[in-house]
């Protein structure tokens, strides 16, 4: 069974200082991954997806099959950053998303 | 286009009782998926329907069901309510069911007394 693992249920960083939200997954085959992002009072969204190799309001994230990872990263975070992000993988079957327990960023001024 | 819309925002129910969820998704998309968040959790898959046809079911008992229409909206029925149904239930809508990328609707929030 497939399962996704975000291990901090919080982080709290400072404007400008780097960011890392961890993600751990366990899956037989080639999955996709993906982050997605809450803001306050607003809709869960895509963030970035690792196949597309980009770049999103600062962040990237690497997949890295050795340590079955996909850590967010961000080197310096802004106050608008401040959201909660879920890691989540997709299997080679369908479009089932699991996600992980999420983790909730504040950036304090 | 207001992407995907989901019906009521907000609903109190007692134990026992049954409620029907509504799901619109973005104009184009043939796929519609179905996810229960409970509090301080993830989102956890329900259902998929691509075309109609049920693609892929969760972890969740019978009393929980869904349905596609002709114009790619969705149900999500919920039967004999318990207590842990508690939860938001988020609407996904997708172009296809398998590659494309899940953009979700706002969530309904039921709260089961």
């Known amino acids: 069974a497939q399962r996704v693992t975000q291990p901090e249920k919080l982080l709290s960083v400072f404007k400008g200082a780097p960011v890392e939200l961890k993600c751990n997954y366990s899956?037989?085959?080639?999955?996709?991954l993906f982050w997605y992002v809450q803001y306050s009072r607003q809709r869960l969204q895509l963030l970035l997806r690792?196949?597309s190799r980009e770049s999103i309001k600062g962040f990237t994230a690497d997949l890295n099959k050795g340590e079955t990872s996909f850590h967010l990263k961000k080197p310096f975070a802004q106050e608008e950053d401040s959201a909660m992000y879920y890691c989540?993988?997709?299997?080679?079957?369908?479009?089932?998303?699991?996600f992980g327990g999420g983790t909730r960023l504040m950036v304090k001024p | 286009d207001a992407g995907v819309t989901q019906s009521p925002t907000h609903l109190i129910k007692t134990r026992g009782q049954h409620v029907t969820l509504r799901c619109s998704p973005i104009?184009?998309?043939?796929?519609v998926s179905w996810y229960q968040q409970v509090l301080g959790q993830g989102p956890q898959f329900i259902f998929q329907?691509?075309?109609?046809?049920?693609?892929g079911r969760g972890n969740f008992p019978d009393r929980f069901s869904a349905r596609q229409f002709p114009n790619y909206s969705s149900e999500l029925n919920v039967n004999a309510l318990l207590l842990g149904d508690s939860a938001l239930y988020l609407c996904?809508?997708?172009?296809?069911?398998?590659?494309?990328?899940?953009?979700f609707g706002p969530g309904t929030r039921l709260t089961v007394l």
């Open positions: 996904a809508s997708s172009l296809d069911y398998r590659t494309d990328t899940q953009y």
């Open positions: 899956y037989s085959g080639s999955p996709e």
């Open positions: 690792h196949i």
């Open positions: 329907y691509y075309e109609k046809e049920e693609r």
């Open positions: 104009s184009g998309h043939k796929s």
């Open positions: 989540a993988l997709r299997d080679n079957a369908g479009n089932m998303l699991t």
